[in-house]
């Protein structure tokens, strides 16, 4: 019998295994099969998600352990949230409250502190329903949101707030035991010591027993109704006339507690305000995050959430309301003042309240000591506050160092025996809380992120703004130094937790409103703006090589530029290695982390990206054109000189058109060059004294005095004096020039001490040998130029050599051209500026006549120049042989031979440790105007 008529679905054939790894591997890349466990079909990506939300694990068969039963909208959002609203404030302060400020003015208080909490929870429900929340709650959402340092910072004084939450539990207990049992003022310090045992006593029940905790809650809620019922019925029956309960016979004075009428508290002797009556009832509307907490656990997270959370609040709001009017209206104003336990001596029984009362707080208490520690767990867990990695400890178990470190803190507080003089101070934190949500539910509206849908919609940017502002409001209106001062603690953690260097890759809002912030500039920013004298900086795109594993060549250039930031510009560093970019680049992400820890250690700021190109001349070109966004984008380009350009000619040739290209692109250029390659590198070490030298020969609109002020901002040069040689011919005096020059300085407010230096024409022996180098150089340079085509790479057959090799304006570059495959014979034709390449007659591709291009040089390096040249080298190394750095122009003749250029810079910079070559492109970057 058949698989089929057995049931039994069809086997799958390994033919068929193979034909789909083979189709997926034409979409992964690999070759060959892929394993089925590696395999990345949709399909598959569903299942292994399907499979993780019904597994948490495996067990011994590896089939996975099944989740607990989702929660549903009543037991998983409304009712702890109202457990956790409801609090000790409603049995022992609020009637006191209400006699206080007014049945008016306790409305008002009771409508301001719920108002927050409302507008709170819209923006819970959005970042809650927009993805779960882990452990941590609160901290979780804040931090995934606002970054690492904003969350860690308020989740850990949420934590301090929560355990000071349980402080104030406790205290209200043995408040309740005392005054509800007749056991007050038995000896001295009774309230602090009893609060501190029972702290330890719940402290104990929470390290061995959390799953009792959780058990237990639904039993103290229904305490706490019951409580609220027996007054409810007592304040009923106490109006019909068949209840007193323990309410004195005079109480009963109606329509005395509609104003204001403040007195001083007779256990504190503080006379409250109506603002410290708002802190005093705050912690009574917390509580709105049981909810959002067990998002992970909810059946519809998106509908309980907000529906369960908005509910409890105004559940609770009615009961508040309710209790405000009624007590308000039976009982006497000084009645309600006298006895703070008013709602249990109307209540119908009396002990029964009392036990309420009591068993309440201790349920409050016993919460706050079970989600503090996980609070403060979680935050060590994620490593970003660095003391508090003692207190590790994985999410699936019980944190009892914890637990012991909240309990040592909870009883700090009791000691002040009266739960008045703290809940300010929990009011505060609480409301740090609630403005960090709405804030972040402001920026992710705000920034509209693709990653941000939230299944909840009944919200707005206004509303999160409104309720970031409500909170930050209420703290500054209940004591204003004390939020202060709150402020100024959460700075000290925030930069202490930055000095940490605590980067998490957590894609915080922060990092996207900063990309907004920037996008809506650059948008706005045009490129006039930045390139006028008053606002030019040096925006440098610094190319250079770097091996496979990230090391540049050049160290010296990138301190260089570094030391440039006092120029307050970008610099964007390129580096670049030279293999084919479609082969093997798995060592790329390394060796630019390798890069990029390089410039952090070296205290370099800037922008760093990695390359592969086949050639440096590519990338170099790719780089001017490409880099930068908008008006953003590099105006001067930094390299580093070519120490081995004799007998290499087309790297020669490469080096010199990326220079011209620059030039051509209007971009100011820089050149590094040292003595040697080898020659000691430059460094951050800072210089004790010395001098930086600018010969100045040609104006180029100031940059070549710009670069050497801005080095001496930085700590290296700082020490260092400028020192400015002006360059004339002769044909000036030396006075005049040096009067101009000084003037110019101090228009530009450059200081700098000035010299003026006249040249000569060398006419020393070992001038010929100069020449007789560079004329040879010139011609390897054409021989080899001739056999090569640059663009496609043919070989041809060596030219004739030059038949007058001399410093004259006769051109000897010889180029060719090429079709797709094969080469064919240059056709050349005489130009009066030299030899140029032109297409056969019978060429036709249009791909072979864009490719060619024409090599014209006209020789400007004469005799003469180079004398001057030689000239200027004498000059420079007499007076500036023990300077720390120099700069000068960069001489770049646009129709020179390269290997000319290259030996004329190479005489002027003989014999020169460190020199900066400088080129501007003529536009003003210095200017007298302020």
């Known amino acids: 019998m058949s698989d089929l008529e057995n049931g039994n679905s069809k086997p799958v054939s390994a033919m068929e295994i193979t034909a789909e790894n ?12 892929v394993p089925e466990s590696e395999m990345n079909t949709v399909v598959g990506a569903m299942k292994r998600d399907s499979y993780a939300k019904v597994n948490t694990g495996n067990d011994d068969d590896g089939k996975g352990v099944p989740l607990e039963p989702k929660l549903g909208l009543l037991w998983g959002v409304y009712l702890p949230c109202v457990q956790n609203i409801l609090g000790v404030i409603l049995f022992i302060r609020l009637p006191w409250i209400a006699a206080q400020a007014g049945l008016p003015l306790t409305t008002l208080i009771v409508l301001m502190c719920v108002l927050s909490t409302f507008v709170t929870s819209l923006s819970l429900s959005a970042i809650a329903t927009n993805g779960k929340i882990m ?6 959402v804040i931090s995934r949101n606002l970054g690492v340092e904003v969350g860690a910072t308020i989740g850990f004084i949420f934590y301090l707030g929560t355990t000071l939450a349980a402080s104030m539990y406790i205290l209200g207990a043995v408040e309740a035991i005392q005054t509800g049992f007749g056991l007050a003022d038995k000896f001295d310090f009774d309230s602090q010591l009893e609060a501190i045992i029972l ?13 009792y905790v959780n058990m237990s809650a639904s039993f103290f809620l229904l305490i706490v109704f019951i409580s609220i019922f027996s007054a409810i019925l007592g304040s009923f029956l106490y109006l019909a006339g068949v209840w007193t309960g323990d309410v004195d016979k005079d109480a009963d004075v109606a329509g005395d507690n509609m104003k204001a009428d403040y007195e001083a508290d007779e256990e504190t002797g503080v006379t409250p305000t109506f603002f410290s009556l708002i802190a005093l009832f705050y912690p009574s509307v917390t509580g709105i995050m049981a909810g959002s907490n067990r998002s992970g656990v909810l059946a519809n997270p998106g509908r309980d959430i907000p529906i369960g959370t908005v509910g409890a609040i105004m559940t609770t709001l009615f009961i508040y309301l309710f209790v405000v009017w009624l007590m308000g209206s039976i009982l006497s104003n000084e009645y309600l003042k006298d006895d703070k336990l008013a709602f249990a001596s109307i209540a119908w029984p009396p002990v029964l309240v009392n036990i309420g009362i009591v068993m309440s707080s201790v349920g409050a208490a016993l919460q706050s000591l079970t989600g503090a520690p996980r609070l403060v767990s979680a935050i060590a867990n994620d490593g970003v506050i660095p003391f508090l990695d003692y207190f590790k400890c994985p999410g699936d178990v019980n944190p009892i160092r914890s637990v012991w470190l909240t309990c040592v803190i909870c009883s700090l507080p009791c000691l002040a025996g009266n739960l008045d003089y703290i809940v300010p101070i929990v009011t505060l934190f609480f409301l740090m809380m609630y403005s960090a949500v709405n804030f972040a539910c402001f920026i992710l509206t705000v920034l509209k992120a693709p990653g941000f849908r939230p299944k909840f919609k009944y919200f707005s940017w206004h509303t999160s703004l409104f309720g970031f502002i409500w909170c930050v409001g209420l703290m500054f209106i209940i004591s204003w130094w004390t939020t202060l001062i709150c402020f100024f603690l959460a700075l000290l953690l925030y930069v202490y937790i930055q000095s940490k260097h605590a980067e998490r890759d957590w894609g915080d809002t922060i990092s ?42 050049d160290k010296s250039l990138l301190r260089l530029a570094g030391q440039m930031k006092k120029g307050r510009g970008l610099a964007m560093f390129v580096g670049v290695i030279e293999a084919d970019p479609t082969g093997d680049i798995s060592y790329l992400d390394e060796a630019q982390t390798k890069l990029r820890n390089f410039l952090d250690m070296e205290k370099v700021k800037g922008f760093s990206r990695i390359i592969v190109v ?40 490469r080096f010199v058109k990326k220079l011209k290209a620059a030039l051509a692109r209007k971009l100011a250029i820089i050149v590094l060059k040292r003595s040697s390659e080898d020659a000691l590198e430059l460094s951050n070490d800072v210089h004790d004294g010395g001098t930086i030298d600018i010969w100045w020969v040609v104006h180029d609109g100031g940059l070549l005095l710009l670069l050497p002020y801005l080095l001496t901002l930085h700590k290296t040069w700082k020490s260092c004096k400028l020192r400015l040689f002006a360059v004339t ?52 340079f054409d021989a080899e130029l001739s056999t090569h085509t640059e663009l496609t790479g043919c070989t041809k057959s060596p030219a004739p050599s030059p038949s007058k090799p001399l410093l004259t304006n006769a051109p000897q570059a010889i180029a ?51 004398r001057l040249a030689v000239s200027l080298n004498q000059k420079i190394l007499a007076e500036s042989k023990d300077a720390k750095l120099v700069v000068t122009n960069l001489p770049l003749m646009p129709d020179s031979s390269p290997t000319d250029l290259m030996s004329f810079v190479e005489t002027i910079t003989q014999g020169i440790h460190s020199c900066l070559l400088v080129r501007g492109v003529g536009d003003e970057v210095v200017t007298k105007y302020g």
């Open 816 to 866: 060719t051209e090429s079709t797709e495959g094969d080469c064919e014979r240059p056709l050349v034709k005489q130009s009066s500026r030299g030899v140029v390449v032109a297409a056969t007659e019978d060429t036709k591709d249009p791909r072979v006549r864009v490719r060619m291009r024409s090599v014209e040089y006209s020789y400007a390096v004469d005799e003469t120049q180079m």
């Open 22 to 33: 083979a189709f997926h591997s034409i979409y992964a890349g690999e070759r060959g099969s």
């Open 614 to 653: 086949e050639n440096r001349q590519q990338a170099f070109m790719t780089a001017i054109q490409t880099l930068g966004v908008g008006a953003l984008r590099p105006n001067t380009v930094m390299t580093s000189w070519l120490y081995n350009w004799r007998g290499n000619n087309l790297t020669t040739l």
């Open 199 to 211: 702290a330890i006593i719940l402290a104990s029940i929470v390290s061995v027993g959390v799953k």
């Open 512 to 553: 996207g409103f900063k990309f907004l912030v920037v996008k809506l500039v650059l948008n706005n920013l045009k490129w006039t703006a930045i390139t006028h004298a008053k606002n030019w900086r040096p925006q440098l795109c610094v190319v250079f090589q770097v091996d496979v594993n990230g090391d540049p060549y």
């Open 729 to 780: 011919m002769g044909g000036e005096s030396a006075d005049s020039v040096s009067a101009l020059t000084a003037e110019f300085l101090e228009s530009v407010r450059i200081t700098a001490e000035t010299h003026v230096i006249s040249l000569e024409l060398d006419t020393s022996e070992g001038f010929n040998k100069r020449m007789s180098d560079m004329r040879n150089a010139r011609m390897a």
């Open 135 to 140: 452990a941590g709650g609160p901290y979780y």
